[in-house]
């Protein structure tokens, strides 16, 4: 998959600048050679779209979110700029936009294909209705979904126990 | 004696983090903490004026997809809080810095300077031409700067031995025996291209201690390597499926594995070709055969296995040996982290002793005997083992444990006159020329320019010279 790379800058980076004194920040500067990430599918803006996905954070908060036919979830995510890590960008080759999806929605989904469980594999907390966010394609069987992403950090202290490995 | 006050980080002053070692650790790590806090600064160091580390250096150059988390390291990279100083050496007795002279100018440091070394067999023999290690061989395909004066005797030998069952393993393995037209397409260099282009490698052997329920390959590799053009798979099917059926209930209680095993035991279809790949286990190298300094072949000591259950499976020697002809010895039974002098180092685990990614005092020290603004990530944090995911989850742990130090006001390092200078500076009055990371684009961009021209899409440049090169003004 390739996608055209633009450059995205935030706001709040030119606040902690500006509070910096001693640390002589230099222009906006953009280091991404290839463009940046349409957010989705090109001509998609936030809010387009027939299908609602529900999102729920490592921290419990729910986004609801509009989508369009052929969304990803990993497309999603950025367009409403939830987190969600994609460290290969969405070619198979990582397990980080892993996501949790409600039963019913996920018996609807076609199986992964080998590449993705092989994938799926390395996931944290793997269970049994889990995906990876840049395979699943939205469409009008999946509309309504909610999908959970899971933390990233094993949490060692909170409970003081490991994850149960697969 | 002055009184030393400990430095935290207050609305009007930054926090202050040096970090030693550019590669995904200690980027993962920025990404999580500038994210989350805001009145940061960070210097990134990197002793080669390249960054990214085995992102650049280990990843296979057939698996380009993997590389993409650069993308996510130039973002970061992109916040005007973060500085990345590369051609910095720190810790060594060549370095132009200190962790002393690091301690005097930040309020906290963060080491993610990985495992650079790798593990011995201690086997007679060990240097012999034709033996080395997986890491020196990636390396050298890689175009990393102090292996590309590797030598071996590509066109001496249709044999390779790698010792080890791990990806690193199947990696090599891989690359000695892809199609030489399919490696034209990748960054591998100009000069392993060429050199591989002369080999006779049409066997290799993967050889590990124990059984096949142990081994540490994971099944995209496994599939990958079964999927080679003209590639023949040899095991003995009967005894893996034997392991496989000894152990069938705890396996089918871990996915992974259950896969895993599931792809091993159905093998490679309409399984045919000139060259071979050979999964050879219960062998343990007890000494390389050379004739005069040159590899001619392996002994091993034969193994069983005891135990129940399969993960506490011990390797026992049984005092039966067995000598295989081959011309290549590639040893791959781990990478290993060296010790930073001013830096706590458990010398027995090859890792520096932490508790969530806050160093210790020592490999003995308690839980919360830690020191203040000493922390780690990545491999130097928990050994040298485990794919990109796993070090991102750990980076974002190390993050975790510095956010909430920074919540709670918990000691830094104790304050010092320079705190606010620079560093860059006293960096060149000592006459090292740092890179920074739009330097490292112009880098990036001749590299990117060459390979084009070639076909590729990147020709590395493959020492340091040659790099800062670029940067010179004309």
């Avoid at chain 1, 902690?16 to 280091?31: C, G, L, Q, V």
Wanted: glycine share 8%; net charge negative; charged share 25%.
């Amino acid at each position: 998959m390739t996608l055209l790379r633009l450059v995205q800058h935030h706001a709040p980076v030119f606040k902690a600048a500006a509070r910096n004194n001693s640390y002589k920040p230099s222009m906006m500067r953009s280091f991404s050679t290839f463009g940046a990430l349409l957010h989705g599918k090109p001509g998609v803006a936030k809010g387009d779209g027939p299908y609602t996905v529900h999102f729920v954070t490592p921290e419990g908060e729910t986004i609801d979110v509009k989508a369009t036919e052929g969304d990803t979830m990993l497309d999603l995510a950025q367009r409403y700029d939830i987190d969600l890590e994609c460290a290969c960008e969405g070619s198979l080759a990582c397990s980080t936009c892993h996501v949790i999806c409600d039963e019913d929605y996920y018996e609807k989904m076609e199986e992964p294909s080998d590449e993705e469980n092989d994938m799926l594999d390395l996931a944290f907390g793997l269970t049994d209705t889990s995906r990876l966010g840049c395979q699943i394609e939205m469409c009008k069987d999946l509309d309504g979904i909610t999908v959970r992403i899971p933390s990233a950090t094993r949490n060692l202290r909170v409970d003081g126990s490991k994850p149960v490995h697969h | 004696m002055l009184k030393r006050t400990f430095a935290t980080a207050t609305r009007s002053r930054p926090f202050r983090l040096a970090v030693v070692g550019s590669g995904p650790a200690g980027f993962y790590t920025c990404h999580r903490l500038l994210k989350e806090h805001d009145n940061t600064q960070i210097d990134m160091f990197d002793a080669l004026p390249v960054p990214h580390g085995l992102v650049r250096y280990g990843v296979a150059p057939d698996h380009p997809e993997v590389k993409n988390v650069m993308t996510t390291f130039d973002k970061v990279a992109e916040d005007p809080r973060f500085r990345f100083i590369g051609n910095v050496s720190v810790g060594t007795p060549t370095s132009v810095l200190q962790v002393a002279d690091l301690k005097a100018h930040y309020d906290a440091l963060l080491f993610t300077y990985g495992a650079s070394e790798d593990r011995h067999l201690g086997i007679p023999n060990e240097d012999a031409y034709g033996s080395t290690s997986a890491r020196t061989f990636v390396g050298w395909y890689n175009g990393l700067p102090r292996d590309q004066d590797l030598q071996l005797p590509l066109q001496d030998t249709d044999t390779a031995v790698v010792i080890g069952q791990g990806n690193v393993a199947l990696d090599v393995a891989r690359i000695l025996l892809t199609p030489i037209d399919d490696l034209r397409k990748t960054d591998i260099t100009e000069a392993a291209l060429e050199a591989l282009s002369k080999s006779k490698i049409k066997n290799v052997h993967v050889v590990g201690r124990r059984g096949p329920l142990q081994a540490s390959f994971t099944t995209k590799e496994l599939r990958e390597q079964l999927s080679l053009p003209n590639v023949r798979f040899e095991a003995d099917q009967q005894w893996i499926q034997q392991q496989i059926a000894a152990h069938e209930d705890a396996i089918n209680k871990q996915r992974p594995l259950k896969r895993l095993m599931g792809l091993l035991a159905k093998g490679r279809k309409d399984n045919t070709g000139d060259k071979s790949w050979h999964l050879k286990f219960l062998r343990s190298p007890v000494e390389i055969l050379a004739d005069n300094g040159n590899v001619s072949g392996i002994r091993y000591e034969m193994n069983e296995l005891q135990g129940e259950s399969f993960d506490k499976q011990r390797a026992v020697g049984t005092g039966q040996f067995e000598d295989q002809a081959c011309g290549l010895v590639l040893r791959s039974i781990g990478y290993k982290s060296m010790p930073m002098p001013g830096v706590p180092f458990d010398a027995k685990r090859g890792l520096v002793p932490n508790a969530y990614g806050k160093i210790l005092q020592s490999p003995d020290a308690a839980q919360d005997d830690t020191l203040p603004g000493m922390y780690t990530a990545g491999w130097l944090k928990r050994g040298p083992t485990g794919v990109i995911v796993s070090t991102m989850s750990d980076a974002y742990d190390t993050a975790d444990t510095i956010l909430t130090d920074l919540k709670n006001e918990s000691p830094m390092l104790p304050d010092d006159p320079q705190r606010s200078d620079d560093i860059v500076p006293l960096i060149q009055q000592r006459g090292v020329q740092p890179v920074s990371y739009r330097d490292w684009k112009k880098i990036e961009a001749a590299e990117f320019a060459h390979g084009v021209s070639i076909g590729k899409p990147r020709e590395k440049f493959t020492s340091v010279p040659d790099m800062l090169h670029v940067l010179q003004p004309n």
